[in-house]
């Protein structure tokens, strides 16, 4: 079955870094860009980085552009994602989900929709220190 699973989260100080991962299985999403969004309590879900299938072009929120990097490993079976982020600011906790979508255009508002995505993980918490 489709598995998104994210892990790497937890309890940094402001400043720190933290390495999300996310290893998807059960479709071919080797074909599929992948994303990352957050979601902190009381606020709606907000995208934070996008990378296409090939990793050929990535997209960033401009609250985490310059601080934060989107990669990709496309093995065989899993297809694993990261999110390096550094520089962590108190502003940052919230919960990461890792996202894929079969969209393959390269308009940005559509790749930051929380709808164009079509699986999903469970997330996992970050919380930034001050």
């Known amino acids: 079955q489709v598995q998104l699973v994210e892990s790497g989260g937890g309890l940094v100080q402001a400043g720190g870094s933290l390495r999300l991962s996310c290893a998807a299985s059960?479709?071919?999403?080797?074909?599929?860009?992948m994303g990352w969004f957050r979601q902190a309590p009381g606020k709606e879900r907000e995208f934070v980085a996008a990378?296409?299938?090939?990793?050929?072009?990535?997209?960033?929120a401009d609250s985490v552009k310059g601080r934060f990097t989107i990669s990709r490993d496309n093995a065989k079976n899993t297809v694993t994602v990261y999110l390096q982020m550094n520089s962590l600011k108190p502003e940052d906790t919230a919960v990461y989900y890792c996202?894929?979508?079969?969209?393959?255009?390269?308009?940005?508002?559509?790749?930051?929709?929380?709808?164009?995505?079509?699986?999903w993980g469970q997330g996992t918490q970050v919380t930034v220190s001050s």
């Open positions: 996202a894929a979508t079969y969209y393959s255009g390269n308009y940005l508002p559509q790749i930051s929709r929380s709808h164009t995505y079509d699986d």
């Open positions: 059960g479709r071919t999403f080797s074909n599929y860009r």
């Open positions: 990378i296409s299938w090939n990793s050929d072009s990535t997209y960033y």
